[in-house]
């Protein structure tokens, strides 16, 4: 046999050695991609479950749950994930309205990230809805589902203030009276400037200091303010806590 023809079969032999190499690597990462996928998919899952079966646990034992909660973010920098779990928390806790108040106002250059965020994450079973500032508070036809909205300083005081230039100008123009003017006429007229959205009834906020931040001072006037740990260390069992904490507070309404 001469020489050329053993490089050819040499050549040949390596070549499908190669072919063969090259395709078990592709099978082998097409697999490992496929496990992984399915492996998150089943820690999902598991986690949803867990998650949604022990906050329904609690929830036998709890009083009272509220309708609508607020966080107030101190100092610190919005968390992501943080602000993620305690919606879907909330939700699974059968929470109808939540809103997170930035008064740095960096969540509203934000609102659309944080909003794919939340939906790519899927805590516990629910649908998270992010209202625009014309829609109402209006049901979708989902029974388990929670509305979030981001509120910054503009939303207190200066909704506030814009309202009451609003009636001074309604009255000098004698489309309204003064004596139309009361408590119950004001929260109207606010709730259609929010979306028609209840006043919170429990407020959670962040940071070592028991302080606001200017967070709605008309709609907060009931408002059950309980502190939280820092963002980054706010477990699943330091929110059933603050539910507990909500549950066992006696609201006497000013009697």
């Not at 993620?84 to 928390?89: G, H």
């Not at 008309?218 to 740990?229: D, G, H, K, N």
């Amino acid at each position: 046999m001469s020489t050329s023809i053993l490089y050819k079969v040499a050549w040949l032999l390596l070549h499908l050695l190669f072919t063969f190499v090259e395709t078990v690597i592709f099978y082998r990462n097409f697999l490992l991609r496929k496990f992984k996928k399915y492996w998150k998919s089943l820690k999902a899952e598991h986690g949803t479950q867990s998650a949604a079966e022990y906050i329904k646990l609690h929830r036998e034992y709890l009083d009272k749950i509220p309708n609508h909660m607020a966080v107030i973010l101190g100092l610190e920098e919005p968390h992501f994930e943080t602000l993620t779990n305690i919606i879907y928390w909330a939700m699974a806790s059968e929470i109808s309205y939540i809103s997170i108040y930035d008064h740095k106002e960096l969540l509203q250059a934000q609102q659309n990230d944080l909003r794919e965020f939340v939906l790519s994450r899927k805590i516990t079973p629910g649908h998270v809805i992010f209202p625009s500032s014309h829609e109402t508070a209006n049901g979708n036809g989902f029974k388990n589902q929670i509305r979030v909205q981001i509120l910054s300083r503009a939303d207190g005081k200066q909704t506030i203030g814009d309202l009451c230039r609003t009636l001074s100008q309604e009255v000098q123009q004698g489309k309204l009276q003064i004596d139309q003017i009361d408590v119950e006429f004001v929260n109207r007229r606010l709730s259609d400037l929010t979306g028609r959205i209840p006043d919170p009834d429990i407020a959670i906020y962040t940071g070592k200091f028991c302080c606001t931040y200017g967070f709605l001072p008309w709609q907060s006037r009931l408002t059950e303010f309980i502190p939280m740990e820092s963002q980054k260390h706010f477990s699943l069992d330091d929110y059933l806590s603050i539910l507990y904490k909500y549950a066992k507070k006696e609201q006497r309404f000013g009697k």
